[in-house]
Structure formats: C-alpha cells, structure tokens
C-alpha cells in the first residue's frame, strides 16, 4: 500500500511562483513512476509531469515544459512541482499520483495511476 500526500498549495499573484511538494510513504516497487496531475473546475483531470523510477526519466504536458520543473529527493521520498509564471489558468487542484512498471506510451494516462494523493489547491489571482 502507498500513501501519498500533497502540499505546498495557496494563493499567488499572476506572475509568482510556488512549490508543491508530494511525499510518499508505504512499499515501493523497483519500478514505478510519480505524476502530477491538476483538474480545474468543470474541467478533465490534466497531466502535468511525471518522473520514473530508477532512471530519473521526466516528462511533461503539452505547453507546461519551460514554466513547470518536476524534481525528486530519493531519501526524502519526495517529488516537487516547481510552478514558475503562474496564470489564472493554472488554477486548479494538483494530485500526485503513482503508477508502478511504466511504460512512456502512457506515462499521461489517468488510468494507469493506481495510487492517488487528496490533492493541494493552487490559486492565481490578483
């Protein structure tokens, strides 16, 4: 069993920036990758990035690469979304997820991720 648990949400102006940290705990497998996800109001669940495990291997949504930067801490057991040049668009619940044995054709499929956080809330507004 995994849990995973998001943080670092709030409030920002357009223009700033946050961290959204997502910690896992419980068994692993030698395998597996992590993605962030949001979903916005009235709105599809969006991938935004993911990273593998062992191979560190990054990937990102449609447009988000160059403002969005996903990292990793393996000791900590961590992952974080850099949310650079934020816009009222970006506005939305960010889910951490977890799928395990990967495969890059459906890195960004919803479906594979079998282990989800409650998800943080990120707001932009003046």
């Known amino acids: 069993q995994v849990q995973l648990v998001e943080s670092g949400g709030g409030l920002v102006q357009p223009g700033g920036s946050l961290k959204l940290t997502c910690t896992a705990s419980?068994?692993?497998?030698?395998?597996?990758?992590v993605a962030w996800f949001r979903q916005a109001p009235g709105k599809d669940r969006e991938f935004v990035a993911a990273i593998r495990w062992p191979n560190g291997a990054t990937y990102y949504g449609d447009s988000l690469k160059g403002r969005f930067t996903m990292t990793r801490d393996n000791a900590k057991k961590q992952v974080y979304l850099q949310l650079n040049s934020l816009n009222p668009e970006d506005t939305a619940v960010y889910y951490c997820?977890?799928?395990?044995?990967?495969?890059?054709?459906?890195?960004?499929?919803?479906?594979?991720?079998?282990?989800w956080g409650q998800g943080t809330q990120v707001t932009v507004s003046s």
């Open positions: 997820a977890r799928q395990s044995n990967p495969i890059a054709s459906t890195i960004r499929a919803t479906y594979r991720y079998d282990y």
């Open positions: 419980g068994s692993t497998s030698n395998s597996y990758a």
